[in-house]
């Protein structure tokens, strides 16, 4: 382990120098903490690194020696299955003059070389060896010349996550109450497990916790998605489609908005559907293919045919997992600050594994359908809240004006409820999940945990 | 059934066959070969796609649509190449209903990625018509590239269109239309205008 100062020689460091309470109150969060490239420089090690971050799906690196690249805050990352079946998350940095070592997106690589000067690295991270060794009077064995790496990486249920803090809670610890809400997302599949598959790849100028701020949000659905629930309905062919439960009056519904602790919030929309087989599909808003599809599944599953059209509906659940994961529908989205005012987030579809034939050899079909119903969020609804996110970053230019409100539900009595185990429950649109996670934010931020990396030895 | 089910209500033909030929259909059929000289093909070739970038630039939507086939596919992959759309996700597949649904939504006036709407300006050069081994039916390549204007910004699209045309009279309809965008497997911002 090393301790690290990532930004040695700066003046001051950032925990110090902002007076956190200032910019987080009870109802309200200043407009630095989204503008600000000093805030955004502490969070890329406060918080990416600092706290358990989603890295990657072990769908995506089945087999020993397969690797996917990512970023972790800013820092690039290989996240690999090493010879041993190990999953490593490697600084993707070469030890001698910090080139890249790896530049595909995936792959499969029992070594990784760079290509500056040929220093080679076991997948371990370890260093294999350099050209013309004679030329060095020092010893290679030292652990300094191998590939840096996060020194937790862990996994739960096929989602890898890391972290640069030692100190860290087991991954399981850290994502508790949140854990069981996973398993329920993963278990409703054959098997239970997901396959990610390719990506539906947004953008936005603003950010990136505008996106998380919205994760949960059900104030917004009816406005900045009007357009979204108009199309899916505009054929009135049988229910309501898609989120219409928003339309008339959300807080009555039977859906519900937790925070679970950790920056981790919860949308439960699940409540108001019908809990029979067949209901979830019943709501599911036009794609292609979906009538001829429905009439083969029928025809080949008879009654079980419901199950399978349920996995092709989008699964009416938010689980939000801080700082950039978000489980949504059957999406797994994934937050990528780029800097202060620039996002990425990519909606990685996911399909379903039948390996023990649940669905009686009409997994293909499934997947046929389900790709469909996955590109209509991104397509028909996140464009525009991403534009919304856009608007507030310009909006935040206002430097006299410099509040952003989040007090929807706050002190309104009766209507937040707190469990024995500190979980919080409120209405569809209360924005207590995010008055908590700026409250988690603000511990992370004022005192940024003590950041290690690990090298081999 | 006693007629055939509209393509504007329900998706009927989007099937595996339409899938199987799909992904056969634009799967190595670039070849020197196949490659039509007649300039008078090509030179009406050209000027379809040309009167569809027109009719994009100025947003007459409901013009556009009518470029399509019944049965009609606007495909944009996710993926250089385009992979096979039962197993992936594109950037977006729409069939006639889902097409449009996606005019409709843009005419509600609460699309917010498009108020206000784009501005663009769209060249298509390159154009290569193809043979497909059925007769009436081409595939036609060309390049784009489309500077397109919103919200006080300016940015520029490029890549290469596949359509599949049908000889109708004198002129075509789309079957399909695969627009391959350079940056297909990148992060994009607001990609919410028609290509």
Request: charged fraction near 25%; aromatic fraction near 10%.
């Amino acid at each position: 382990m090393e301790d690290l100062k990532p930004r040695a020689g700066r003046p001051t460091d950032a925990a110090a120098s902002f007076d956190w309470d200032a910019l987080v109150h009870d109802d309200r969060v200043h407009r630095t903490i989204y503008t600000d490239p000093d805030i955004f420089a502490a969070e890329m090690t406060a918080i990416f690194g600092g706290t358990w971050t989603y890295l990657a799906h072990e769908s995506q690196i089945p087999e020993n020696h397969d690797f996917v690249t990512t970023l972790l805050g800013l820092r690039p990352i290989i996240v690999v299955r090493d010879a041993a079946g190990v999953i490593r998350a490697l600084f993707n940095r070469c030890a001698h003059r910090g080139a890249t070592v790896c530049r595909a997106a995936a792959g499969s690589a029992r070594v990784f070389q760079c290509p500056y000067h040929g220093w080679t690295y076991f997948n371990t991270g370890k260093l294999s060896g350099v050209p013309w060794p004679d030329g060095y009077a020092c010893d290679f064995d030292d652990a300094k010349y191998n590939l840096a790496q996060v020194p937790r990486v862990e996994s739960y249920r096929g989602f890898i996550f890391g972290t640069l803090n030692p100190d860290a809670a087991s991954l399981v610890d850290h994502l508790g109450p949140m854990a069981p809400i996973i398993d329920q997302w993963l278990d409703r599949h054959p098997g239970g497990r997901v396959r990610l598959c390719e990506a539906n790849r947004l953008k936005y100028k603003g950010n990136w916790k505008l996106a998380y701020d919205n994760s949960a949000d059900g104030y917004h659905v009816k406005f900045s998605h009007r357009s979204l629930l108009e199309m899916e309905n505009r054929l009135k062919v049988g229910n309501q489609k898609g989120m219409s439960f928003y339309k008339d009056a959300p807080d009555d519904a039977p859906m519900y908005v937790q925070y679970l602790g950790n920056g981790n919030h919860f949308k439960d929309k699940r409540p108001n559907i019908e809990p029979r087989p067949g209901a979830l599909w019943e709501i599911e808003g036009p794609h292609p293919g979906m009538e001829h599809f429905e009439e083969r599944l029928r025809e080949r599953l008879g009654e079980a045919a419901a199950r399978a059209l349920d996995l092709c509906a989008s699964e009416p659940v938010n689980i939000n997992i801080f700082p950039n994961l978000l489980i949504l529908g059957n999406h797994i989205q994934v937050l990528q600050p780029r800097a202060v005012d620039e996002t990425d987030t990519t909606w990685y579809g996911t399909a379903v594994v039948d390996d023990a034939n649940e669905l009686d050899g009409a997994v293909d079909d499934v997947n046929t359908l389900r790709m469909r119903a996955l590109e209509s969020f991104p397509n028909f609804g996140e464009v525009d809240d991403a534009v919304n996110f856009e608007e507030i970053q310009r909006g935040l230019m206002a430097e006299e004006d410099p509040w952003v409100y989040m007090h929807r539900g706050l002190d309104v009595p009766g209507r937040v409820k707190t469990d024995e185990n500190g979980v919080i429950t409120a209405p569809a649109t209360d924005e207590v999940f995010m008055r908590e996670t700026f409250k988690h934010w603000k511990r992370l931020m004022a005192s940024p945990p003590k950041l290690t990396i690990q090298r081999e030895t | 059934m006693s007629s055939a089910p509209d393509p504007k209500r329900t998706s009927h033909y989007v099937t595996d066959a339409f899938y199987d030929a799909l992904v056969r259909d634009f799967t190595d059929w670039q070849k020197d070969d196949a490659v039509l000289g007649d300039v008078g093909l090509r030179d009406s070739a050209r000027a379809f796609l040309e009167r569809e970038a027109r009719l994009l630039d100025r947003h007459l939507f409901a013009d556009w649509l009518e470029l399509f086939a019944g049965e009609c596919l606007y495909w944009v992959p996710a993926t250089p190449g385009g992979g096979d759309p039962r197993r992936e996700v594109a950037v977006c597949l729409d069939d006639r209903r889902r097409l449009e649904d996606r005019v409709f939504r843009m005419a509600t006036g609460f699309a917010w990625s498009q108020v206000p709407e784009s501005r663009t300006v769209r060249l298509v050069t390159n154009v290569e018509p193809f043979a497909t081994g059925t007769e009436g039916i081409f595939m036609v390549r060309s390049n784009f590239l489309i500077n397109e204007f919103r919200a006080g910004e300016s940015r520029s699209l490029a890549g290469w269109c596949g359509h599949r045309l049908r000889r109708v009279g004198d002129g075509f309809e789309i079957l399909v239309k695969q627009v391959n965008l350079m940056e297909c497997d990148q992060n994009l911002r607001n990609p919410s205008n028609i290509i």
